[in-house]
């Protein structure tokens, strides 16, 4: 069975830093494409950063760029989310996804077949 796991939200203050993990396990994901979206209360879920997995490289959402990093460690089949200088408006359930058949930039929810159950990071003012 394949499963996502999240792990490293919390509660931090506005401009500090956390840093999300996301396990794969049942399969590996270390030739294709995965993602991170968040969901804010009363919103849609929405695409935070993408990452190849035959390459590395990464595309993000403009209200994330210059902030957010996506790195991949394939060895150990584990995707990463490091988020500096966050913000309140950074607060939401954030959720790693995997494709398991493409490599290239995947922007939309529609595309991944696999989804963690989520983890929570809210920003204080």
């Known amino acids: 069975q394949v499963q996502l796991v999240e792990s490293g939200g919390g509660l931090v203050r506005a401009g500090g830093s956390l840093r999300l993990s996301c396990a794969a396990s049942g399969r590996t994901f270390s030739r294709s494409t995965m993602g991170w979206f968040r969901q804010a209360p009363g919103k849609e879920r929405e695409f935070v950063g993408t990452i190849r997995g035959s390459d590395g490289r990464t595309a993000y959402a403009d209200s994330v760029k210059g902030r957010f990093t996506i790195s991949r460690d394939n060895a150990k089949n584990t995707m990463y989310l490091q988020m500096n200088s966050l913000k309140p408006e950074d607060t939401a359930v954030y959720y790693c996804?995997?494709?398991?058949?493409?490599?290239?930039?995947?922007?939309?929810?529609?595309?991944?077949?696999?989804w963690g159950q989520g983890t929570q990071v809210t920003v204080s003012s």
């Open positions: 996804a995997a494709n398991g058949g493409a490599d290239y930039y995947l922007m939309r929810s529609s595309s991944y077949n696999y």
